[in-house]
Structures are given as C-alpha cells and as structure tokens.
C-alpha cells in the first residue's frame, strides 16, 4: 500500500474501489437479474439484504419484509441504480480521490473513504424519512464521494475545477460549497429520488474525520483493526503502517546522512536553491533530521491536515528528491 508522497493515477485501494464497484454492477445487471430462485429474482434477492435498507425496528426480525443488517451500512456504497449512476460516481472518486490516496497513504484514503460512506448511511436513514417523509432503499457511492470532495477543497482549497454547464475555473471550496448548498435545497424540497442527505451526511462526516479524527484516535483505532488482517494485496501486505496511522515514520521520508563531497546548483525562479549530497537546503533553509522527524510527528499527532503550508512544501520537495 502506497505511503504518503507516492503519486499515481491509479493507485492501489483506488484501483479496488473501481475494480469492485464494476464488478458488483456486472454481478448484478449481467447475471443476477437474468436468475431466480425459489420463484424469486436473485437481483432481487441480492438488493434487499445488500442495499441500505430504511431502519424500521417493528419489522427488523421480519425476513419476509426488507430489513436493515448491519454490513449494509457498507454494501450499499459498491451497489448502483444503473450504468450513468456509476460512471459519475467512479469518475469523480478516481478525478478527486487519487490525489488524496497519494497524499495521505492508501489506509487511511480507505478508512476515510468507508466512514464518509457509513456516516453517509447513518444521515439519510433517519434524516430523510423525517423531512420528506420517503423510506426506501438505497445504493451508491455518492456519500463517499461528497466526503472525498470536501476533503479534496479543505486539501485544495483554491485548485480551480472547471464545472459544468460554466466551464470556467472554479476554486474547489467554492465548487464544493455550490454543490453542498444545492443538495441541501434539492433535499429539503424532495421528490426527485436521489438521497441528497446521504451525499449531506458524506460532506459531514468527512468535515468530522478531517477536523477531530486524528484528535479522537479515529484513524489509529482503525488501523490497530486493520493490521490484525492481512488480506494479502502484494507482498508487503494490504494494511501496513503509512504516515497517518499510528507512530510510526513512513520510509518514503527516510534520509541517510553522508559526508557531504560534492554539491550542485539548483537554479529555479526567484531564487537559487541549492541541493547537496548527505543534506537537503530547500529555499535557503537546511532540512536535517530532526526537522523531518518533528513533522512527521506533527502528523501522528493531528494529521496532515493541520501541517502549515511550508511544512507541506517541505515534505513535497523531500519526496521528490528521495
């Protein structure tokens, strides 16, 4: 699994996430809905022990009726109402969260990325039978994806995204602050069948994790879970420890200190900057150890989130020297 600093388009838990939300979609248009059992359709059947069900504790034992289990909480975010539900969903995860999985370490993107989606859950189950009075069930990703989106604009706060119909560039807190305000209207007003306070209860859950989850141990208490399993993604293992697990320092931020024989000039503008061999100069400021390791501490501490833009420049300019 990818620690901090490791860029790619497709990283690993993004590659799964995608791989899996096809596969579910597959499963269930290809195969399932073309099957029955017992006189009943096996999408059916799939549907009302997989997709979020409305939590309704008089009919909770009923097996005849949908019911509410708890693994849906989870389920729900890899199954999809139809093709277009799942491109948009899976376009803007990977257009937004890739990023983030290359910044923060793939274990905790996916924490991050399965608790937005419970938080998600959890809003819309008993939010929305209360302001508009419908309870069905749900399936989708979109919980999730607003939580990435919020993290993407707290991380990016004036990347600009261009957004349909405008195409002009748009800062992503602005861009995503529109979005949130027009799910919030859309879902007071009801009626159109999307789960506008699922996506509300993603955005929330993100702005939770990414506030106070490194302060209430959310993130550790998770990986301490995680590192008891190995599902056994590649040989190093799904869950090993990355940057913002736990107190442990990532490797990618490892630095050998040699006899310093040799230098070279960095010319960039406004200034010079220069780079020698055993020791990292970065704007006029030399980088030691002890610099490195009070960062990485910062975020065992209180996450990346809370590291001041020079701190960030400084790891991002490490990473691509290592």
Same mark, same amino acid.
């Given at each position: ?19 899996? %939300? ?8 290809? &195969?399932?809905?073309?099957? #029955? ?21 008089? %009919? ?28 948009? %969903? ?18 905790? &993107? ?6 937005? +989606?419970?938080?998600?859950? $959890? ?9 508009? +009075? ?23 706060? %004036?990347?600009? $995204? ?7 560039? $748009? ?13 919030? $209207? ?41 590192? #008891? ?73 209180? +996450? ?8 960030? &420049? ?9």
């Amino acid at each position: 699994m990818r620690g901090m600093g490791s860029f790619s388009l497709f990283p690993p838990v993004m590659k799964m996430l995608l791989i899996i %939300n096809v596969a579910v979609f597959i499963l269930q248009y290809l &195969f399932l809905s073309g099957l #029955t059992f017992d006189g009943h359709s096996l999408n059916a059947l799939f549907m009302k022990y997989f997709a979020l069900q409305p939590f309704n504790s008089e %009919n909770m034992f009923d097996l005849s009726k949908n019911i509410f289990l708890p693994w849906q909480l989870v389920s729900y975010q890899f199954m999809h109402g139809g093709l277009w539900h799942l491109f948009f %969903n899976m376009f803007a995860l990977w257009m937004f969260g890739s990023e983030l999985e290359g910044l923060w370490g793939s274990k905790r &993107f996916l924490i991050y990325y399965l608790l937005a +989606g419970v938080g998600a859950a $959890i809003v819309h189950m008993f939010v929305t039978p209360l302001i508009t +009075g419908l309870s069905v069930p749900t399936v989708g990703a979109s919980g999730s994806v607003y939580g990435i989106l919020l993290a993407f604009a707290f991380t990016f706060p %004036n990347r600009p $995204i261009f957004m349909f119909p405008f195409f002009i560039p $748009i800062p992503a807190k602005y861009f995503v602050l529109i979005f949130v305000v027009i799910e919030m $209207i859309s879902g007071v007003s009801g009626g159109s069948g999307i789960a506008h306070f699922a996506h509300l209860g993603g955005a929330l859950t993100g702005f939770i994790l990414l506030k106070w989850g490194d302060k209430l141990g959310v993130f550790k208490w998770f990986s301490k879970k995680s590192d #008891t399993y190995d599902p056994g993604f590649g040989t190093t293992g799904a869950f090993q420890s990355d940057p913002y697990s736990g107190s442990r320092k990532p490797n990618v931020i490892q630095v050998k200190w040699a006899q310093i024989n040799q230098e070279k000039q960095v010319y960039t503008n406004p200034e010079p900057k220069v780079e020698t061999r055993g020791k990292y100069i970065i704007d006029g400021e030399e980088i030691t150890q002890v610099k490195i390791d009070s960062i990485l501490d910062k975020i065992s501490e209180s +996450g990346y989130q809370n590291l001041t833009e020079r701190e960030k &420049f400084i790891l991002t300019e490490l990473s691509k020297r290592i």
